[in-house]
């Protein structure tokens, strides 16, 4: 399996005083932002919720290196409203065949 990279995205305040809107007003450019990481065909997954101390989400993407995932990486406009980490993930098994909300991102 191929090496990819977890970008894990943090709000600045949990998932209990986050104000959604904040994420709504951001929401039409992070679906373009993850538009154009499908067409380079680097998209592998993609998600959002609350975690147990921050709102938050999580986009898994093929990248050449750290240093071109973080490029890919510093589009998303949820930046503007929190902070991340990048995980590399040596990946052993996966089997990410769910498209129920695929529409979204090619619409």
């Known amino acids: 399996m191929p090496t990819l990279y977890a970008f894990v995205w943090r709000a600045h305040e949990s998932d209990a005083t986050f104000d959604d809107k904040t994420f709504i007003d951001r929401l039409p450019r992070l679906l373009l932002w993850l538009r154009e990481l499908k067409a ?28 071109h995932a973080r490029e890919l990486f510093s589009g998303d406009p949820m930046l503007e409203i929190g902070t991340h980490d990048l995980l590399v993930w040596d990946v052993f098994y996966a089997d990410l065949v769910d498209h129920a909300s695929i529409e979204k991102l090619t619409s």
């Open 40 to 67: 380079k065909n680097v998209l592998v997954a993609c998600g959002g919720g609350g975690f147990e101390e921050y709102a938050g989400g999580m986009t898994v993407i093929r990248a050449d290196s750290p240093d």
